[in-house]
Structure formats: C-alpha cells, structure tokens
C-alpha cells in the first residue's frame, strides 16, 4: 500500500496565498489533489503526471500551481489569489502505477491512494 500525508492547509483571507504538500512512501507516477466542500460534489483540482504534463479544472488555472519532488517523492499545490469558493478539504491522490490519464484525469480519484485530507478555508 501507499501512504500519502498531506499538509499544509490552514485559514487565509481572500486573495492570500498557500502551499499544500504530500508526502509518500513510495514513487508515484501520477499525482494530484481533489477538493470536497460541505454538501458539494467532489471536484478534480490539478493533476501532474510522470511526463511533467499538468492540467487544471478551470477555476484554478493561473492562480494554482501543482509540481513535485521525485527525489523527495512530494507533490506540491501552490495556491495564490485565493477566493471563498476555494474553501474545501484538499485531498492528494497518488497512483503507483504507470497508468496515464490525460483528459481522463478525474479517473485519478477512482484508481489512485488517498492522503487524509488538509482544510484550506478562504475567508472575504
């Protein structure tokens, strides 16, 4: 099995800024973060896959950045101009599999490990 632990969630005014990390025990091909907020869907935030490819959903695109570390095997989520609708708990998912996805990025949630989840809350 693979374990995930993400961090860096925490309380910020609108238009601040913050960095979600995740950290697991082994190496992953393709990474990304999913956010749930109270009585909505679970939404697909950014993925980044083992050619480097990255893709967003559209709301974040030019405000949130995802990269990783393989030698230190930790995704990163850079978050900045943060709004309200972006309070949720963000959830890294991870798939150990050589398994691409491409368009079909959502599926992450579906084959991928889950870490426990950090709640970023967006205050106005």
């Known amino acids: 099995d693979v374990q995930l632990v993400d961090s860096g969630g925490g309380s910020v005014q609108a238009g601040g800024s913050l960095t979600l990390s995740c950290t697991a025990s082994?190496?992953?091909?393709?990474q990304g973060w999913f956010r749930q907020a109270p009585g909505k869907e679970r939404e697909e935030v950014a993925i980044i896959e083992s050619d480097g490819s990255t893709r967003y959903r559209d709301s974040v695109k030019g405000r949130f950045t995802i990269s990783k570390d393989n030698a230190k095997k930790t995704l990163h989520l850079e978050m900045n101009s943060l709004k309200p609708e972006d309070t949720a708990m963000y959830y890294c998912?991870?798939?150990?599999?050589?398994?691409?996805?491409?368009?079909?990025?959502?599926?992450?949630?579906?084959?991928?490990?889950w870490g426990q989840g950090t709640q970023v809350t967006v205050s106005s």
């Open positions: 998912v991870a798939d150990p599999s050589p398994r691409r996805y491409g368009v079909n990025w959502g599926r992450l949630a579906d084959f991928g490990y």
């Open positions: 082994t190496y992953i091909y393709s």
